[in-house]
């Protein structure tokens, strides 16, 4: 292959580099989608370049050659969960005002998405945060990391809720987010177990019990889908 002109700083990449890294971006793309959902079933653990090869567009060697390590594909695999997430249940409630109405849309939205089986077994980060609850590392690291984003957005918008007025003024927002919390994660874990759909119902019923026991006007935590605000 020959050099493209320019080859000091600044220089533009030659066609054929871009090419092969946008081909390479796509690959990368499609393993991880199947990583994800591989995973989100059986744990990072059970991630293997073997496996990932037999069932994606490349052999055994260029799977490594793409994460490096076992390691490595288990972070990429973790950061394409979160975008994945983003896409799913942050995204669809930024419709909604920030505040009550926000906090409301991503419990909603949140429930759409592990009844929707966005990841084949249910919530992606329920799944590994079980299994990597008592190990150290970079992997553990990079679940810890995404629960406490997502828990601090839940926080956030309840303590924005406090501060508008839309929920009582003595009202813990770290409080609140625990509990609405532990109600998404059982709906998504018996949802799984005992195949009954019902329970999402179930899990939004409590959610706005407590959230009217903090305060919340009812009339606010209507619908089934997230609306603009």
């Known amino acids: 292959m020959t050099m493209g002109r320019g080859t000091g700083t600044g220089a533009r990449p030659a066609p054929e580099t871009d090419g092969r890294r946008l081909r390479g971006d796509r690959t990368r793309r499609v393993v991880l989608d199947t990583a994800v959902q591989e995973a989100s079933v059986s744990g990072l653990d059970a991630l293997s370049f073997g496996a990932l090869a037999a069932s994606g567009p490349v052999n055994k060697s260029?799977?490594?050659?793409?994460?490096?390590?076992?390691?490595?594909?288990?972070?990429?695999?973790?950061?394409?969960?979160?975008?994945?997430?983003?896409?799913h249940v942050i995204v669809p409630a930024r419709g909604a005002r920030r505040g009550l109405?926000?906090?409301?849309?991503?419990?909603l939205a949140w429930t759409e998405y592990s009844r929707a089986r966005v990841f084949r077994g249910g919530c992606?980060?329920?799944?590994?945060?079980?299994?990597?609850?008592?190990?150290?590392?970079?992997?553990?690291?990079?679940?810890?990391?995404?629960?406490?984003?997502?828990?601090?957005?839940?926080?956030?918008?309840a303590r924005l809720a406090v501060d508008a007025g839309e929920l009582a003024a003595d009202t813990d927002p770290e409080q609140v987010a625990f509990e609405v919390g532990a109600v998404l994660n059982a709906a998504n874990d018996r949802s799984l177990l005992l195949g009954d759909d019902a329970v999402y119902d179930r899990a939004l019923a409590a959610a706005r019990a407590l959230l009217v026991a903090h305060g919340a006007d009812p009339d606010a935590l209507a619908g089934s889908t997230p609306g603009p605000g």
């Not at 050659?65 to 969960?81: C, D, I, P, W």
């Not at 109405?101 to 419990?107: D, E, K």
């Not at 553990?140 to 406490?148: G, I, K, L, T």
Request: glycine share 6%.
């Open 124 to 157: 992606f980060f329920r799944t590994v945060e079980v299994e990597f609850d008592m190990r150290q590392g970079a992997v553990r690291d990079a679940v810890v990391a995404a629960q406490r984003t997502w828990e601090s957005y839940l926080v956030h918008h």
């Open 62 to 87: 260029a799977v490594a050659g793409l994460f490096g390590s076992k390691e490595g594909l288990q972070l990429a695999t973790v950061e394409r969960a979160r975008q994945i997430y983003t896409e």
């Open 101 to 107: 109405p926000r906090l409301w849309a991503l419990l």
